[in-house]
């Protein structure tokens, strides 16, 4: 089966200490992932650092087989929903429409067919009586939603979403959990960074543990161990933050860049 | 008044320049100044329109006269770098953006003083005015001038129509508009170029902190107004152009009073009256809002004092009684200046009428007091079934909320504790 991400020997810091160390992974394509973690694992880095957005100290990603920029359309990013400030002045509408807006389409008109993707995208995540309403005058859930539906408006094969059931009550956690697995049956990829450990093996097909290293990967039966979870979440956490530390005081490099890709 | 007519009908040519410059300036700084607004970078205005001071003097040093493209390009030059410094701390180090502002605005305004001792002991010849640039000269502003900041106005209009939707893409969520493969560095290169280009042009006429103030007040006052970006920026532009015409007027009836403060004083006291009076969060807005929810309350409160009335001498069904303000005092304590308001007011609506101090209800009256009742009564029901609630809070619990229940949840309601009329307080 292909791959739809490949990373490989991944190792990102802010600064000084890693907070992505020697990650590899392959993941498959159609399925619903998760990656799970405590606070501060890496995961937003993670998910970052796939997308181009922060630079690997060594290692590379590959979407597709192929690097980003040769697949960029075909991936869609849901940032978090603090990252950005709500009070921005434009409505719903407006803000799924960004997810129209490509590089070689900027001189071209806002055509019929876009506007129909638009709000069919509004449809689907259930916000269509609100689509002209200013953004932030709108709940967390539906803030939420709205960047689920500009990511579809994008019209990718893999999303990749940062906590998108955060704040979301469960009748919208639901419906949007309905909205993956039309995806899923589409042939589309979603991974999901996911925090509530009750439902992790309800809502996916895989999953990746993440704590600065990888924990673990696999089908949620192979991972949710006992040994794993504590890996992960307790325990020898502390012994891998113990080193983290060390390295950020002594201002140690992790590894010279790409010695060993 | 003369004055006045003299000066729209620009009797005085030179109040065409100053009239125009205003208009071109003003529409630079706030177009792009706008967008630094959302996102967020309130203070780049000050951290350039100082920066750009040590690079006119070496614009001026290198040039050996007070040459305006020299001055123009050495400017552009400092204020871009000093943006650039501010990022590359933000970046780099730990430093917040507001303390990277200070440091960068103070090393170059500390440069500019070094630079002005300098040219002031050796330069020969005039190098009177470059301390224009602090406070600036609207007055002398020339036609070749008024040419320059059109030019400018121009550009900035242009690249804002044309990069619009990246524009808007990068301000709302950059990350996203970098994972859309949207050249973001280029985008923000533009942002900063245009912001140092309009506070360059600005600087001349208003001086530095006159234009770092145009930079990000008018936006700030049109975001009170407005949810919606085209709006918004129509709006800062309007507000800032009136008030850069209002600063040349009053500099033109009294001789020797400097236009840019006078500019800066008008944008505040738009920027204030916009903070009071706006619709959206405006502190007026608010107060009526409250006012308006209080009468309402009190309103149907009223309604409901008088259904009660009927209810104890079950005459509900019609509602037909008469009563005096004492009787309704008697279900419910009101205040009684505020009840014969609400009384009167509810007579102005035409939901009671009043015969000889005795109060009745009207064909209108005695539907909405009905539906008051209604909406309590649903409630307190609900609340019984759907929560854990002691019988004795119910009330309370209701009394507020029936106010604020709309048609579409009455529906819900109904249909959720399959009631029809106004059930009976049986719990
Ligand atoms: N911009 C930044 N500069 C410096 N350190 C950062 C930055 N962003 C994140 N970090 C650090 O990197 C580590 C991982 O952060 P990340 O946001 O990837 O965690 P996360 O797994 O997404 O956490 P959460 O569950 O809280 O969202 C944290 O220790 C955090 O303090
Ligand atoms: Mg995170």
């Given at each position: 089966?292909?791959?739809s991400?490949?990373?490989?020997?991944?190792?990102?810091?802010?600064?000084?200490?890693?907070?992505?160390?020697?990650?590899?992974?392959?993941?498959?394509?159609?399925?619903?992932i998760?990656?799970?973690?405590?606070?501060?694992?890496?995961?937003?880095?993670?998910?970052?650092?796939?997308?181009?957005?922060?630079?690997?100290?060594s290692?590379?990603v590959?979407?597709?087989?192929?690097?980003?920029?040769?697949?960029?359309?075909k991936?869609?990013?849901?940032?978090q929903?603090?990252?950005?400030?709500?009070?921005?002045?434009?409505?719903?509408?407006?803000?799924?429409?960004?997810?129209?807006?490509?590089k070689?389409?900027?001189?071209?008109?806002?055509?019929?067919?876009?506007?129909?993707?638009?709000?069919?995208?509004?449809?689907k995540?259930?916000?269509?009586?609100?689509?002209?309403?200013?953004?932030?005058?709108?709940?967390?859930?539906?803030?939420?939603?709205?960047?689920?539906?500009?990511?579809?408006?994008?019209?990718?094969?893999?999303?990749?979403?940062?906590?998108?059931?955060?704040?979301?009550?469960?009748?919208?956690?639901?419906?949007?959990?309905?909205?993956?697995?039309?995806?899923?049956?589409e042939?589309?990829?979603?991974?999901?960074?996911?925090?509530?450990?009750?439902?992790?093996?309800?809502?996916?097909?895989?999953?990746?543990?993440?704590?600065?290293?990888?924990?673990?990967r696999?089908?949620?039966?192979?991972?949710?161990?006992?040994?794993?979870l504590?890996n992960?979440?307790?325990?020898?956490?502390?012994l891998?933050?113990k080193?983290?530390?060390?390295?950020?005081?002594?201002?140690?490099?992790?590894?010279?860049?790409?010695?060993?890709? | 008044?003369?004055?006045?007519?003299?000066?729209?009908?620009?009797?005085?040519?030179?109040?065409i320049?100053?009239?125009?410059?205003?208009?071109?300036?003003?529409?630079?700084?706030?177009?792009?100044?706008?967008?630094?607004?959302?996102?967020?970078?309130?203070?780049?205005?000050?951290?350039?329109?100082?920066?750009?001071?040590?690079?006119?003097?070496?614009?001026?040093?290198?040039?050996?006269e007070?040459?305006?493209?020299?001055?123009?390009?050495?400017?552009?030059?400092?204020?871009?770098?000093?943006?650039?410094?501010?990022?590359?701390?933000?970046?780099?180090?730990?430093?917040?953006?507001?303390?990277?502002?200070?440091?960068?605005l103070?090393?170059?305004?500390?440069?500019?003083?070094?630079l002005?001792t300098?040219?002031?002991?050796?330069?020969?010849?005039?190098?009177?005015?470059?301390?224009?640039?602090?406070?600036?000269?609207?007055?002398?502003?020339?036609?070749?001038?008024?040419?320059?900041?059109?030019?400018?106005?121009?550009?900035?209009?242009?690249?804002?129509?044309?990069?619009?939707?990246?524009?808007?893409?990068?301000?709302?969520?950059?990350?996203?508009?970098?994972?859309?493969?949207?050249?973001?560095?280029?985008?923000?290169?533009?942002?900063?170029?245009?912001?140092?280009?309009?506070?360059?042009?600005?600087?001349?006429?208003?001086?530095?902190?006159?234009?770092?103030?145009?930079?990000?007040?008018?936006?700030?006052?049109?975001?009170?107004?407005?949810?919606?970006?085209?709006?918004?920026?129509v709006?800062?532009?309007?507000?800032?152009?009136?008030?850069?015409?209002?600063?040349?007027?009053?500099?033109?009836?009294?001789?020797?009073?400097?236009?840019?403060?006078?500019?800066?004083?008008?944008?505040?006291?738009?920027?204030?009256?916009?903070?009071?009076?706006?619709?959206?969060?405006?502190?007026?807005?608010?107060?009526?809002?409250?006012?308006?929810?209080?009468?309402?309350?009190?309103?149907?409160?009223?309604?409901?004092a008088?259904?009660?009335?009927?209810?104890?001498?079950?005459?509900?069904?019609?509602?037909?009684?008469?009563?005096?303000?004492?009787?309704?005092?008697?279900?419910?304590?009101?205040?009684?200046?505020?009840?014969?308001?609400?009384?009167?007011?509810?007579?102005?609506?035409?939901?009671?009428?009043?015969?000889?101090?005795?109060?009745?209800?009207?064909?209108?009256?005695?539907?909405?007091s009905?539906?008051?009742?209604?909406?309590?009564?649903?409630w307190?029901?609900?609340?019984?079934?759907?929560?854990?609630?002691?019988?004795?809070?119910?009330?309370?619990?209701?009394e507020?909320?029936?106010?604020?229940?709309?048609?579409?949840?009455?529906?819900?309601?109904?249909?959720?504790?399959?009631?029809?009329?106004?059930?009976?307080?049986?719990?």
């Amino acid at each position: 089966m292909k791959s739809s991400i490949e990373v490989h020997n991944l190792t990102t810091a802010y600064g000084g200490a890693p907070v992505l160390w020697d990650i590899d992974f392959q993941l498959p394509t159609g399925q619903i992932i998760g990656i799970i973690g405590p606070n501060g694992s890496g995961k937003t880095t993670l998910l970052k650092t796939i997308m181009g957005l922060l630079d690997p100290a060594s290692g590379f990603v590959k979407v597709f087989d192929q690097p980003l920029d040769k697949v960029r359309e075909k991936v869609a990013y849901v940032p978090q929903r603090e990252s950005v400030d709500w009070d921005f002045p434009a409505s719903v509408y407006d803000v799924v429409m960004m997810g129209r807006y490509r590089k070689y389409n900027l001189f071209k008109r806002t055509k019929d067919p876009d506007r129909e993707i638009v709000l069919q995208s509004i449809e689907k995540v259930g916000l269509s009586e609100f689509k002209d309403r200013q953004i932030s005058r709108l709940s967390g859930g539906q803030q939420q939603r709205v960047f689920v539906a500009r990511a579809l408006a994008q019209g990718a094969d893999l999303y990749l979403m940062d906590e998108p059931f955060v704040g979301v009550d469960a009748a919208t956690e639901n419906s949007i959990l309905n909205l993956l697995s039309e995806m899923k049956n589409e042939g589309k990829t979603v991974v999901i960074i996911h925090h509530d450990l009750q439902t992790v093996s309800d809502y996916f097909d895989y999953l990746l543990l993440l704590n600065t290293r990888l924990i673990a990967r696999g089908t949620p039966a192979e991972v949710l161990t006992k040994e794993n979870l504590t890996n992960a979440y307790g325990g020898q956490l502390t012994l891998l933050s113990k080193v983290v530390n060390l390295i950020k005081q002594n201002e140690f490099p992790i590894r010279e860049k790409d010695s060993d890709v | 008044m003369n004055s006045f007519i003299d000066f729209i009908s620009f009797k005085d040519p030179n109040v065409i320049y100053v009239v125009l410059g205003m208009v071109f300036i003003n529409s630079s700084s706030v177009l792009i100044g706008t967008f630094a607004y959302l996102r967020k970078r309130s203070l780049i205005g000050d951290a350039v329109a100082h920066s750009l001071l040590p690079g006119l003097c070496l614009g001026y040093i290198l040039a050996g006269e007070k040459d305006i493209t020299y001055l123009f390009l050495g400017a552009f030059v400092t204020g871009w770098l000093s943006t650039y410094l501010v990022d590359y701390i933000v970046n780099k180090t730990k430093v917040k953006q507001d303390a990277a502002i200070g440091i960068v605005l103070s090393g170059f305004f500390f440069f500019f003083v070094v630079l002005l001792t300098y040219i002031q002991k050796n330069a020969a010849g005039n190098q009177g005015g470059l301390d224009h640039f602090l406070f600036g000269q609207a007055a002398a502003i020339n036609k070749q001038e008024v040419m320059l900041f059109a030019i400018v106005c121009i550009a900035i209009l242009l690249s804002i129509m044309i990069f619009y939707r990246w524009l808007i893409s990068v301000s709302f969520n950059m990350d996203f508009a970098a994972s859309m493969g949207l050249p973001v560095k280029a985008i923000e290169f533009l942002i900063t170029s245009l912001t140092v280009l309009a506070i360059a042009t600005g600087i001349q006429a208003l001086g530095v902190i006159l234009t770092a103030a145009l930079v990000i007040t008018p936006a700030a006052a049109a975001r009170f107004w407005t949810h919606n970006l085209r709006w918004m920026l129509v709006l800062a532009v309007s507000i800032s152009v009136i008030s850069g015409i209002g600063g040349a007027y009053v500099s033109y009836i009294k001789s020797g009073m400097p236009t840019g403060p006078w500019v800066v004083l008008f944008l505040s006291l738009i920027t204030l009256m916009s903070f009071s009076f706006s619709t959206r969060k405006g502190i007026l807005a608010s107060y009526l809002k409250a006012r308006k929810n209080k009468a309402k309350i009190l309103h149907e409160n009223i309604l409901k004092a008088i259904y009660q009335h009927h209810e104890q001498l079950e005459a509900e069904g019609e509602l037909d009684y008469s009563l005096m303000s004492s009787e309704i005092l008697k279900i419910r304590l009101f205040d009684t200046t505020e009840l014969l308001k609400g009384l009167r007011n509810l007579k102005r609506k035409g939901f009671i009428r009043e015969d000889n101090k005795m109060f009745s209800l009207t064909a209108e009256g005695k539907k909405e007091s009905r539906r008051i009742v209604r909406l309590h009564r649903l409630w307190e029901q609900y609340l019984l079934k759907r929560t854990t609630i002691d019988t004795d809070h119910v009330h309370a619990g209701a009394e507020v909320i029936e106010h604020i229940l709309s048609p579409e949840i009455e529906r819900e309601l109904e249909i959720e504790l399959g009631i029809e009329g106004i059930p009976k307080e049986d719990y």
